[in-house]
């Protein structure tokens, strides 16, 4: 036995190395926190996401579940060390670029260690093999089709790709411009980086679902653990203690005052040195709990005579959603077939890998705060009204985002971390575990749906009746967006002559339900494809010529009797995926009819589409670009918009450089800070590439405009940005701008550019008709699956995706976000429900793995948008849309049993097939 | 405190002296922990080389406590066998599997630890070292309840010991989860045959986890089972009666009664597949 308290050596990274922390500690900590390796991703301390992986002797092991002392004599491998020791990393982070494998980044580092162990000791391994050998690493992003071609395509000759020319960046399979760090393991997250005098916050937060509290002698608590610096409490926040993303609505406080509304509700925090804080025992806080009756359910806050959650809410409604075309009762009466059903679904939750984390500094009078958000200027004013201080005295920095998917819209940490450092003048940081992350943070709404819906016997829609009840927990956060969104939306991309949509977001006491990937609508698909399923089925009418039937047309109006005209590619993406129906319903037929008669396998097929607005419901969301010159020759783009991993860094830059006519290696990329950059608004609604995206094609040609002015050249001219001047190539004459020459702005930019953009909407009127978004996304999914009829386990085999995104910027990034937005659809319909209280880590809440998404293809259709940059739409959202019911009517198709609760569990499945049988 | 015996009596010595917990591969210790600080000493016996090793000798097979599931996975061992190794794979992934041992897959007693069906169907028992000696106990003893074991405050779990003619069967096991990795069972069924001379059942060994607060051998089905010759006779004697003592129970990964159902068929299939020596897995 040798004394382990002292210097545990290993070797790392190749090197010898000592290192004096306690030897219990997990190993991940010391990487990030004392060496000073933050490549090495914590994403759950469990086991359970492998963000954490490393090479111990050659053989992967979370680190989070080794102890250094366990680490002694041996060698240890990170992504900071790995590309040195082996070109099998380096081949791996090329390929990984190359093929549009890394997304946020957060999973990268793990991946690709894991995907180097399995390369050494197999150089060209199958499909299974790479499944098996990253089934330990999770990725919420890209759906792992990308990480499964890249690993597999490594050492396959590559040609080289030239970047584009001049004008020709849209449309072009650029590798991400951020990508470098993220597959170096260099990219900066919420947790990865803070000064050695950050002290470390944790919350006091409530066990109850719904309670009261009293605090107790913090005095003596204080004085009984020196290491605590502060407590904060309600009485501290220095201005208001509310917060909330949509003001009128704002009404979360940052510490409770009293009583508790969600398990995990923030009551006080403890600030201090991170060894004193993390030795405390938390469950010690001087705090005495009250249980009270609480509301989990819809059916629980909607009780008549049901307690209120907040007092000025009558009826526990938040939020009431309505749009109202024809007469929909006429409409349906007169129906030559009327289905109708009540669909509920469960609470999501975004499960990134990254955990919420950030530092916040105070500069003099300013507050600086870094951390992972979707929205920096939406922080800024709110961290503004807690701190009570001017909004200009506030900066926000977006750390790099480990996925964000809507909820990092809403703040997590930085109130906490605001107000503590504030009052401290000393940097605090705070880290969310995994169960924090999951326990406080927004979820996808459950709905409960109860709709009706009539056609004629030839199959033309007739109406539809739509009443969706949403549970929107204890805050309103994004609540009010779904009720909005969600009637606008219900009745999928088909003209539908008569409509009643009615909704409520409803309060009870969970944690808030927000904004995720497609704000209600995903929900609403899981009815309305259900339904027109068994519309189709009771006419006798083939489901896929249903809806091309009743597919949109630009000249039809929409449920809120808006014609939309050109870019309603609706049409074109069901008629893409006529091909590859009639030959998956083939297939499927022909293997259900070779199948043995005691086979439990059953072959289904399913379709569903999906249509989504780009941009806020009816409300002002401007983006604001700015692009200079400087005399160096070289363009600075100050882009706001945060890249969460969707790849706006790329895409804006692309479109920028296209519309100033320079090569994409011109321009210097300025990204979101508060301080740097304008408002590019937040990343969320599918907005990014439509608004910013626009914005930055206006500052690309309002810039482009100066330069040729100064040149005295037509428009046609090609430009060249050369060190410290432009070249104007005007038919057979080149004009040379010398930028010395040029006086310079305040910013020190020769030439500058500056444009805003919002989309042209209007707002509803009391029927909810109008003109809410300027431009939709439209798509179509269709499933091939197996169904165990025995067990209720489904077998996903391939999903085909048509997506009409206006013009494809960067089809791989698309390709990207449908692979990823599939994977997650997948989660929602198959395996994710949260339970508060139950689950709060990521073994009880199941994501898909790798070995869980089936092969994906993908069809761009590109009937351009007249408002968007270069025709372009957003397809964040829209990805995810019609996977769910598409896979539902799959399921439906195969077995005849029809599942109007999810996620479709096996248990689920199995109770449906047998009430099917039964029926039948 | 971390602790680091070099040798197993060391390592008795100190858990003697000081109490605490004894860390192997840390893959149950360390999510327990969360974000709360080390309450008591860390006795770290993943090095013991005492531990480590996998042995045959001439009427016992022993698994030393500290083989992680690689290992096991790595090592030339008898049919009998494939069911563990193919439970090894299947646990968490191969980061897990890397660190993981079986010793700590028993001591943490988890209703749904995946080595346990297969370690019943192999007849294996515990070795377990204290200050007080050596002691040895079939591994149903050994597993008293949820979370529960025969473990003694001052205990080490040393070793799995297989009698060595147990080898000889012809074994397979099946996991029913939600997804395809990282996943915990459902349920998930070991089955260990041996057929006669005529090719059928002579002996059936089955047990099934997730399904009751500890895995179950079911003898009443097993008895059944011997004479059959084909899947369509294992098919009419595996039934429900015949299941026995299961008592599943509602949780976040399914209900009490699909888990009943679902029960029936991996059983009936995981026989029929081991009686055509199968190696199809469901669940994925």
């Not at chain 1, 359970?48 to 080794?66: H, K, Q, R, S, Y």
């Amino acid at each position: 036995m040798f004394d382990t308290q002292a210097a545990t050596p290993f070797t790392l990274n190749g090197h010898p190395v000592e290192v004096a922390a306690p030897a219990e500690w997990r190993l991940s900590r010391v990487l990030r926190d004392e060496l000073g390796l933050a490549g090495t991703k914590v994403g759950c301390d469990a086991g359970d996401c492998g963000a954490c992986t490393v090479l111990v002797d050659g053989e992967t092991a979370c680190a989070c579940l080794m102890a250094l002392g366990q680490v002694a004599g041996r060698a240890v491998t990170t992504i900071e060390g790995l590309p040195a020791a082996s070109p099998i990393t380096r081949d791996l982070q090329q390929s990984f670029l190359r093929h549009g494998a890394a997304q946020c980044g957060i999973c990268t580092p793990g991946m690709l260690v894991a995907a180097t162990a399995l390369l050494g000791r197999n150089a060209s391994p199958s499909e299974e093999a790479v499944q098996d050998a990253l089934g330990g690493v999770l990725c919420r992003c890209t759906g792992y089709r990308k990480i499964i071609a890249a690993v597999m395509d490594v050492g396959s000759p590559v040609a080289a790709v030239a970047r584009p020319l001049a004008g020709k960046a849209v449309g072009a399979r650029i590798d991400r411009l951020d990508g470098q760090r993220k597959v170096d393991g260099t990219d900066v997250f919420g947790a990865d980086s803070h000064p050695h005098d950050a002290l470390l916050l944790r919350a006091i937060r409530t066990p109850f679902h719904h309670g009261r509290f009293k605090l107790g002698d913090l005095k003596a608590y204080l004085r009984d653990n020196p290491g605590i610096v502060r407590i904060f409490t309600a009485a501290d926040v220095p201005g208001e203690n509310c917060f909330g993303v949509i003001g009128p609505f704002a009404d979360q406080p940052v510490f409770a005052v009293d009583e508790t509304r969600f398990r995990g509700e923030a009551v006080a925090a403890v600030v201090g040195e991170a060894k004193a804080i993390e030795a405390l025992d938390l469950k010690k806080f001087p705090v005495s709990w009250e249980e009270l009756p609480a509301h989990l359910t819809l059916g629980a806050a909607l009780a008549d005579k049901a307690s209120l959650v907040h007092e000025a809410r009558t009826d526990n409604i938040l939020v009431r959603g309505r749009v109202v075309r024809g007469d929909i009762d006429a409409a349906l009466a007169q129906s030559d077939a009327v289905v109708e059903g009540v669909f509920e679904t469960g609470f999501v939750e975004h499960a990134y890998i990254e955990p919420e984390a950030g530092i916040a500094h105070r500069v003099g009078d300013r507050m600086e705060v870094q951390a992972c958000t979707q929205a920096p200027y939406m922080d800024r004013d709110d961290v503004a009204k807690i701190l009570g201080i001017p909004l200009d005295a506030v900066r926000i920095i977006p750390t790099a985002v480990g996925g964000g998917f809507g909820s990092k819209l809403d703040l997590s940490v930085q109130p906490f971390i605001a107000v503590a450092a504030w009052h401290l003048k000393q940097p605090v940081r705070m880290v969310y575990s995994r169960a924090e992350s999951i326990s406080t943070t927004t979820k996808r709404h459950p709905g409960r749906m109860q709709v009706r819906v009539g056609a004629t016997k030839d199959g033309q829609l007739t109406g539809m009746d739509f009443s969706g009840d949403f549970n929107t927990g204890a805050y309103a956060s994004f609540g009010p967006t779904v009720a909005n969104r969600v009637p606008v939306h219900a009745s999928g991309p088909y003209f539908m002559p008569a409509y009643r949509a009615l909704t409520r977001a409803v309060h009870t006491h969970v944690v808030p339900a927000g904004a995720f990937r497609g704000f209600g609508v995903p929900q609403a698909g899981i009815a309305q494809e259900q339904l027109y399923d068994m519309l189709a089925e009771k006419l006798g009418i083939d489901k896929l010529q249903f809806r091309t039937q009743n597919a949109l047309r630009p000249d039809q109006p929409t449920v809120t009797g808006q014609v939309l005209g050109a870019g309603t590619g609706i049409r074109a993406c069901f008629e893409s995926l006529e091909p590859h129906w009639q030959r998956a319903l083939k297939e499927a037929a022909a293997a259900n009819a070779q199948a043995p008669a005691d086979s439990p396998l059953r072959r289904g097929v399913g379709i569903a589409g999906m249509w989504y607005g780009c941009g806020n419901t009816s409300l002002a969301n401007p983006s604001t670009i700015r692009l200079g010159l400087k005399a160096d020759g070289r363009l600075a783009l100050h882009q706001g918009a945060v890249d969460i991993g969707q790849g706006s860094n790329t895409v804006i830059t692309q479109l920028c450089a296209d519309a100033v006519g320079a090569q994409i290696d011109s321009i210097d990329l300025i990204s979101a800070d508060t301080d740097l950059t304008p408002d590019c608004g937040k990343t969320s609604a599918s907005r990014q590439t439509f608004i910013t995206g626009k914005a930055a094609q206006l500052a690309g040609e309002a810039l482009r405009r100066q330069i040729l002015r100064l040149a005295n050249a037509g428009a046609d001219a090609a430009l060249s940005f050369r060190p410290g001047k432009v070249v104007v190539q005007d038919g057979g004459i080149a004009h040379q701008i010398e930028l010395s020459s040029l006086p310079r702005d305040a910013r020190g930019y020769v030439l500058a550019a500056e444009e805003t953009f919002d989309a042209p909407t209007t707002s509803l009127d009391a029927d909810g008709q109008g003109a809410p978004y300027a431009v939709y996304g439209f798509g179509a999914h269709m499933v091939e699956l197996t169904v165990d009829v025995e067990l209720g386990l489904v077998k996903l085999l391939k999903i085909t995706a048509a997506h009409d995104v206006g013009r494809a910027v960067n089809p791989t990034l698309i390709e990207g976000q449908i692979e990823g937005g599939i994977a997650q659809g997948i989660g929602l319909a198959l395996l994710e429900e949260f339970h508060p209280g139950r689950g709060e880590n990521l073994h009880d809440y199941l994501i898909p793995t790798i070995g869980d998404v089936p092969v994906v293809e993908s069809i761009l259709i590109e009937d351009a948008s007249p408002v968007g940059p270069f025709g372009a739409k957003g397809i964040g959202e829209q990805a995810l849309i019609p996977t769910a019911p598409a896979i539902l009517n799959a399921i439906a198709h195969a077995t005849g049993a029809r599942l109007h609760r999810i996620p479709a569990t096996p248990d689920r499945i199995l109770a449906a097939i047998k009430e099917a049988a039964h029926e039948g | 405190m971390f602790l680091q015996p070099a040798t197993l009596n060391a390592a008795i010595d100190l858990l003697a002296q000081h109490g605490g917990k004894l860390l192997a591969g840390g893959t149950d210790i360390f999510p327990a922990l969360g974000q709360t600080a080390l309450a008591s000493p860390m006795i770290d016996i993943s090095r013991l080389p005492e531990l480590c090793a996998i042995t045959t000798g001439a009427d016992t097979i022993r698994l030393g406590a500290g083989a992680t599931w690689s290992e096991i996975v790595a090592a030339p061992l008898p049919a009998g066998f494939d069911a563990l190794k193919a439970a090894a794979r299947e646990i968490g992934s191969i980061q897990i599997q890397n660190r993981g041992t079986i010793g700590g897959n028993l001591c943490n007693a988890s209703p749904a630890a995946d080595s346990v069906p297969p370690l019943l169907t192999l007849d294996a028992r515990v070795e377990l070292v204290s200050p007080r000696g050596m002691r040895e106990m079939p591994l149903s003893a050994f597993i008293r309840g949820n979370r529960q074991t025969a473990l003694a405050a001052d205990e080490i779990v040393t070793a799995v010991l297989v009698p060595r003619e147990n080898g000889d069967f012809i074994s397979h096991f099946s996991k029913l989860g939600a997804r395809r990795y990282l996943v915990i069972s459902i349920a998930m069924i070991a089955v260990a045959l041996k057929r006669a001379a005529d090719g059928a059942i002579a002996q059936a060994r089955i047990a099934i986890g997730s399904c009751s607060a500890v895995a179950l051998r079911l003898p009443e089905l097993e008895a059944a089972l011997v004479g059959c010759r084909s899947v369509t006779d294992i098919a009419t004697r595996v039934t429900i009666a015949r299941l026995g003592g299961l008592s599943p129970i509602d949780d976040v990964r399914a209900s009490a009664g699909y888990r009943r159902d679902a029960a029936l068929i991996l059983v009936r299939r995981a026989v029929q597949d081991c009686f055509e020596k199968r190696t199809a897995t469901v669940g994925r």
